[in-house]
Each structure stands twice: as C-alpha cells, then as structure tokens.
C-alpha cells in the first residue's frame, strides 16, 4: 500500500468512526428528549384529565387534557424558530446542549407539581406553562439532532444514517410507556396519588447522560465550512419565509399524515380503549409498547430503502396506506379482542407513522440550503407536528359531538394524507443527491 493510499485509507477509517460515534451520541441525546415529550402523552390519557383536568363530565376532562398536549405541539415551532435561528449562526452543537437542559427541566418539574385539588385552578395553569416549555425544548432539539448526523453523512446512505436519529422516538416512547406499564401493576388509588409522578422524576437523570454525551460531539463540518466562508445568514428565518417559501410549506405537508397517525394510535388510543370502549388499560399501552419495538428495526430500514427506490415513493406508499386504513382502524379496535388491537396499534404505527418519521429526517433537511438547514428543517417540522398536534382535541370533540362515532377521525386521517400525497408530489427527490 502506497503512502497515499494509506492516507485515504485512514481517513476513511477515520470519518466511519466519526460518523458512527455522531450517529450513536445523536440517538441516545434524542431518545432522551422524546422520553420527555411523550412521558406526558401517555400521561394525558391515564392521569392529567382526573388530577388536573376534574370536570363533572369525563368527556370534557378528556377534552381539556388533550387541549394541554397540544399546548406543547403548538410551543414547538417557537423553539424550532428561536433554536433554528442560533443553529444557522452560532452552530448546531451549542443548541443541542440548550434544548436537552430546557426539556429535562420541564419534564422533572411537572413530576413535583401539585393538582388541582391541591391548589385549584393554579394546577393546571402550571401544568400548561411547563408544556410550552417543554414543547420549545423539543422544538428546536429535533433539527439539530439530524443535522449533525446528515451533514457529516455521505450521499449515497444518508437516508440510512439520517433515518437513525429517529431511533430514539421510538426508544424513547419505550421507556417512557414501559415505565407507565410497570407502574400499571400498583392500585389505581396509588398511581394517582403519587407512582405517576416517578415517570417525570427520572427524568433528570437522563437528561445528565444525555447532556454529557452531546458535549463530547464536535461541530458539523458543514456549518465550519459556512463560518469559514463567511456565509453565515443573518435572518434565516425571514430568508425561508420571503425566497424559500415552496421548501418550507412542502416540508409542512410531509409532515402532517405521518404526525396525526403518530398521536390517533399512540396517544389518543390509549383513552379510546380505557374510556370508549372500557378496557384495562394494559391492552392498549401494551400494543404500543409492542409497535415501539418494531419500529427500532423498521426505522433503519425504511431510511435504506429510500436510499435505493428514492424518498418520494416512499412517502407516496404512506399515504396510500393511510387513507385506505383509516376506517379499518377503528373497525378493528372496536372488536375489543386484544390480540386485534395489538396487531392493528403495530400495523398503522409502522406504516403510517414510521415510514413518513423514517425519511423525513433526512428529507427535510436535503429541502434545504447549508446556510438555511437548521431554521428550514427544523420549523417546516415542527410546524407540522402543531398543526397535526391539535389530532387528539379535534379527536375527542368529535366523538363528544356525534356521540361515540369514529367516523370523523378517520375522514379527518384521509384528509391529512392527501395533503401530505400533494406535498410529496411538490418536493424534488433528493436520495443519492449531494446536499445543497
């Protein structure tokens, strides 16, 4: 081996090492941050609308409770602003350290908070004030997480190696409803006196693993490329919104199909099944827990095949499932047989949340030029996930409105995946394409 080819040989060995320790340090940072975020999902369901939320009508508790879990969707694309915005000038590494601090702190103080009986209409007042904060966090963690693994990617796999960042969701929601499922074995009288606080508490020390690792990270080469040809933007905000607006509402579309399939099957489930339909609740949180686990290994692999048969097709064949199992969903649920239930949860979790989750890591991110990356895919994102965050409120009022019926949220699920099938239609195919 000459000396050159020893020196090209090092190298390589070199930027494999450094993009599988940016890939692992990436995942495990954001599986924290999910845990956080969904924590309180499943806490929605199971304990926020009788704590916090104690109407003498269930279905308006319901209601309530689902309108603070949007609360956190809608803070998220003030974080993705105000985070995008320091990631395009100061760098992608600073932020990441910043939102894991804000969310873990969010997180861990929900867990010491008094309820409602406790300290009256306070209660929730707090509760809502720390969704926000948690929803910043999350808002502007998100795209930093993916661009330091996408950015330091090679083309021809950064599907693969950019799907793997979302890894930690499903990580995360493991953890977040195995920790729930574990506390379902205490009376209910204890888990709302004081077990269903335990989820949010041990948050913290996540997040000081979490926080450790992401400062061992060094700086994208891409945004040290930018610093040192002095091409940092100034406003990149108003830039995406005045000269790059098609980018911008295109990733918005992606995104909502795959979001409101997320919160219908995990989130709003869980009180579908418990309430609607009066079953135990270890049935349903069992069934996610179990979809979880198989998107760990569907993930990566959606991420590589839209390396090979382009993003594009991809998102089209997840949005053609979505439609067309809109109404079996509920048809499905609605038979009350666990084994049922189990199987569906899996099945539209896989296909029509994962698929979409999958690839729009890298997909947002390719939409968008270096300078413009943080603040465009991170806001196109997150403005997705708040509009597709109001699911579970517009969820509950249905059924309120036309007295039990499904029906409405599975016309409202087509809807959304059309949008999201014009959307894919607008976007260039970017696999195998090198980074603008």
Not at 255 to 260: A, C, F, P, Q, R
Not at 377 to 385: E, R
Request: proline letters at 4%.
């Amino acid at each position: 081996m000459s000396i050159a080819e020893h020196v090209s040989f090092s190298e390589s060995t070199n930027n494999t090492t450094e993009i599988k320790r940016v890939v692992v340090s990436s995942v495990i940072g954001t599986a924290v941050e999910w845990y956080d975020f969904l924590v309180y999902g499943t806490a929605t369901a199971l304990v926020f609308n009788k704590l916090f939320f104690p109407l003498s009508d269930p279905a308006l508790g319901t209601i309530a409770a689902f309108g603070t879990y949007a609360v956190g969707f809608l803070a998220r694309p003030l974080g993705a602003a105000i985070f995008g915005h320091f990631g395009d000038r100061v760098g992608r590494k600073a932020m990441l350290a910043m939102t894991i601090t804000i969310m873990g702190l969010g997180t861990f103080l929900i867990g010491l908070l008094p309820t409602y009986d406790q300290i009256g209409i306070a209660a929730p007042i707090l509760l809502v004030l720390l969704r926000l904060l948690q929803g910043i966090g999350i808002g502007g963690e998100w795209g930093g997480a993916v661009l330091m693994v996408v950015e330091n990617a090679p083309a021809r796999n950064r599907g693969l190696l950019g799907s793997m960042v979302q890894i930690g969701w499903p990580i995360g929601n493991l953890a977040a409803i195995g920790v729930f499922a574990a506390l379902s074995q205490v009376p209910d009288s204890d888990f709302l006196a004081w077990a269903w606080r335990i989820p949010f508490l041990i948050s913290i020390v996540l997040v000081g693993v979490g926080l450790y690792i992401r400062l061992q990270l060094e700086e994208t080469p891409v945004f040290r490329e930018i610093e040192a040809k002095n091409e940092v933007a100034k406003l990149p905000l108003m830039e995406i919104l005045t000269r790059h607006r098609r980018s911008f509402f295109t990733a918005v579309g992606l995104k909502l199909s795959e979001v409101s399939y997320a919160i219908i099957v995990g989130v709003f489930a869980i009180s579908y099944v418990t309430g609607h339909l009066a079953m135990p609740r270890n049935v349903i949180i069992n069934a996610i827990l179990l979809s979880a686990a198989v998107a760990i290994l569907m993930i990566p692999i959606f991420g590589w095949l839209s390396d090979k048969i382009g993003r594009k097709t991809m998102f089209y064949a997840s949005c053609l499932f979505a439609m067309t199992f809109a109404f079996p969903l509920f048809w499905l649920l609605d038979t009350k047989d666990p084994l049922t239930i189990t199987l569906t949860v899996v099945t539209a979790i896989t296909f029509g949340q994962m698929v979409g989750f999958s690839i729009g890591a890298p997909f947002y991110s390719e939409l968008f030029a270096a300078r413009l990356r943080y603040s465009g895919a991170s806001l196109g994102f997150q403005v997705g996930a708040a509009i597709g965050g109001l699911t579970p409120f517009a969820a509950a009022t249905f059924m309120a409105w036309t007295g039990g019926a499904s029906w409405p949220i599975s016309i409202y699920l087509i809807v959304v995946a059309f949008i999201t099938f014009i959307a894919t239609m607008a976007a260039p195919e970017t696999a195998g394409k090198a980074l603008r």
